[in-house]
């Protein structure tokens, strides 16, 4: 049940020595990709895993850039699997310009979000970030209107309850070319969102970007990172994150270091990037340049939440209540740091930046005796008050 990158040879070889970073081209990094393969005995799982992770094409181009020798029937899987995306992604492209231009025509602004903004602005190829769907940010006011022009351009697309569902509409499908094409138009960047994350606050600061030979906005540089490192959180304690997300944080922050404002970036997403150099290795460049300190790798960095709620109690019991209650309650340092944006753990041997000095501060102590502990008794609350409303739900009245 447990996942570590320490301890999961594929996962290991997915995620260190560059291979998770678009722009993970330097020799060395290649080098330490290529010990890795060598060092990986049983390639079976690995078309499986990348894919669960969604970095087939991105693996499959660094191994090729690397000249690694791989199983013929593994590089084949990847090789089939890395073209289906290339075409999938050309689909989403010119169906979204399509939904752009439509969109522009009715005065409706738009923020194309994550995958289907970081394939086209992040990615040389846009064939290389798979996506399971787009996230398409417009204001409260014309969301019903958005929704009701992808059904007519031919997308499964209820009407939106009165009010608004929090955060984003139910999602509008369409099959094109054999494949389903999933759209989902968000009115704020996160359920307890605020004026803040709306699109009215976030379009002036928008970038541009091309897609299929149109040219869109999405979030500033700033922003994108902040909802990458939110939309990771919100995976960490109830299931299993995909690897591309991490590939997403590193890969934007490494490719525009340079024209980042790194002042005006959420801390909390500049703690977890710097955690990410134990995952993937950041270059010195970007280190330099945002001011990161790594500290030192914290303990269980990579493994993933073993407790409640993610796992049922029962699922949990043969390891014992106490081990249940070490989980839920005390989780590993490096996923704790993770989930609340911790400052990376000082180190006294290593400092890879100087210019950034650590300290272990309050902070983490507050997060792993109050706040963590207090976090996992208000999801013990919710579990007691559904319950509750369930049965004491009256039964047979219609």
Same mark, same amino acid.
């Given at each position: 049940m447990q996942i570590s990158f320490h301890n999961d040879p594929i996962r290991k070889h997915i995620s260190s020595s560059g291979p998770l970073c678009e722009s993970a081209?330097?020799?060395t990094q290649y080098h330490q990709l290529r010990q890795q393969?060598?060092? %990986?005995?049983?390639?079976?799982? #690995? /078309?499986?895993?990348?894919?669960?992770?969604?970095?087939?094409?991105?693996?499959?181009t660094h191994l090729q850039a690397a000249n690694i020798s791989v199983p013929v029937a593994i590089h084949q899987q990847l090789q089939a699997r890395a073209i289906q995306h290339s075409h999938a992604n050309r689909v989403h492209g010119c169906v979204l310009a399509e939904i752009l231009t439509t969109f522009q025509a009715a005065g409706i602004e738009t923020l194309v979000l994550k995958g289907a903004a970081l394939a086209h602005l992040v990615y040389p190829q846009p064939g290389l970030r798979p996506m399971r769907d787009m996230d398409l940010l417009v204001s409260q006011s014309q969301a019903r209107l958005?929704?009701?022009?992808?059904?007519?351009?031919?997308?499964?697309? %209820?009407?939106?309850?009165?009010? #608004? /569902?929090a955060k984003h509409l139910l999602a509008a499908?369409?099959?094109?070319?054999?494949?389903?094409?999933t759209v989902e138009l968000h009115h704020n960047l996160y359920a307890n969102g605020s004026p803040a994350t709306a699109l009215e606050a976030l379009h002036p600061a928008a970038l541009p970007l091309t897609i299929a030979g149109m040219t869109a906005q999405t979030l500033s540089?700033?922003?994108?990172?902040?909802?990458i490192y939110q939309h990771l959180r919100t995976n960490l304690l109830l299931d299993s994150p995909r690897l591309i997300w991490l590939a997403d944080l590193v890969s934007l922050a490494e490719h525009f270091a340079a024209e980042i404002d790194w002042p005006r970036v959420n801390p909390h997403a500049r703690n977890a990037l710097?955690?990410?150099?134990?995952?993937t290795p950041l270059s010195k460049e970007l280190l330099k340049t945002a001011a990161l300190n790594p500290g030192r790798?914290?303990?269980?960095?990579?493994?993933?939440?073993q407790g409640w709620p993610r796992f049922s109690l029962a699922a949990q019991r043969p390891k014992g209540h106490t081990a249940i209650l070490r989980d839920s309650f005390f989780p590993a340092e490096g996923w704790l740091r993770f989930?609340?944006?911790?400052?990376?753990?000082?180190?006294?041997?290593?400092?890879?930046?100087?210019?950034t000095k650590l300290r272990i501060g309050p902070a983490f102590w507050w997060s792993r005796w109050v706040r963590h502990p207090l976090h996992i008794l208000g999801w013990v609350r919710r579990y007691f008050v559904d319950w509750t409303k369930h049965n004491n739900h009256p039964k047979g009245r219609g």
């Open positions: 081209r330097h020799p393969a060598a060092n %990986l005995t049983d390639w079976s799982n #690995l /078309p499986t895993q990348t894919e669960r992770h969604n970095l087939t094409p991105l693996l499959y958005a929704q009701a022009l992808l059904a007519e351009l031919g997308f499964k697309a %209820l009407p939106p309850d009165d009010p #608004l /569902p499908k369409r099959w094109v070319e054999g494949l389903q094409v540089y700033e922003a994108m990172l902040d909802h710097a955690l990410c150099h134990w995952l790798p914290p303990s269980g960095i990579g493994q993933e939440f989930y609340y944006g911790l400052p990376p753990a000082p180190s006294t041997k290593l400092r890879i930046n100087p210019s």
